[in-house]
């Protein structure tokens, strides 16, 4: 939620800043009126520091632009699950167990070539992304019911964790050598 206030004032910032630049370029404040004044340029050019320093703070806020888009395509991979509420004070265990589990589970169907798994999230809510390299004449549907309605409800039932979500990427081979890609 932060990162959205922080991204929307951001926006509105930026939107009033070129909003203005843009009247004032075609002429709302005046007709004989400049952007950069004659003042404005001999200042700039008495002060030989002035451009530098605009390249130095661009150059910091591009880098804490960066960092910033790069920490949301990051994932917390989480290391630990509770087994039942984690508010109650739960049996924790390594999530790889149930990852694992998943995983050798979802193995053992038909068409099944591949699968990986990865349990995201945080330790309230967390998500299990679990990818699937099948042959070309798996039915998806029929396999997606399978990893829906019977191994995640065994591993939910086995975790006794009712919230716990997840995400069914599907990738078959067909005769050409192009991957189609399917996420259910």
Request: charged content about 25%; overall charge positive; proline content about 3%.
């Amino acid at each position: 939620m932060g990162n959205r206030i922080w991204l929307a004032l951001t926006g509105l910032v930026l939107l009033g800043a070129g909003g203005t630049a843009l009247a004032g370029g075609l002429g709302a404040f005046g007709p004989d009126r400049p952007l950069i004044t004659g003042e404005t340029t001999r200042w700039v050019a008495a002060h030989l520091w002035f451009w530098p320093a605009v390249t130095g703070g661009s150059l910091a806020l591009a880098m804490l632009g960066g960092a910033w888009l790069a920490a949301q395509w990051r994932r917390r991979t989480l290391r630990r699950l509770a087994m039942g509420d984690a508010r109650a004070g739960a049996t924790r265990m390594a999530a790889r167990v149930a990852t694992r589990a998943i995983a050798a589970d979802v193995t053992s169907y038909p068409g099944v070539r591949r699968v990986s798994t990865r349990l995201s999230g945080s330790a309230r809510r967390p998500s299990m992304r679990v990818r699937v390299m099948c042959d070309a004449g798996v039915d998806l549907d029929e396999l997606a019911w399978r990893i829906r309605d019977d191994a995640m409800v065994r591993l939910r039932t086995t975790l006794n964790r009712a919230d716990l979500g997840g995400v069914i990427d599907f990738r078959m081979k067909r005769d050409d050598p192009a991957w189609e890609r399917r996420v259910v």
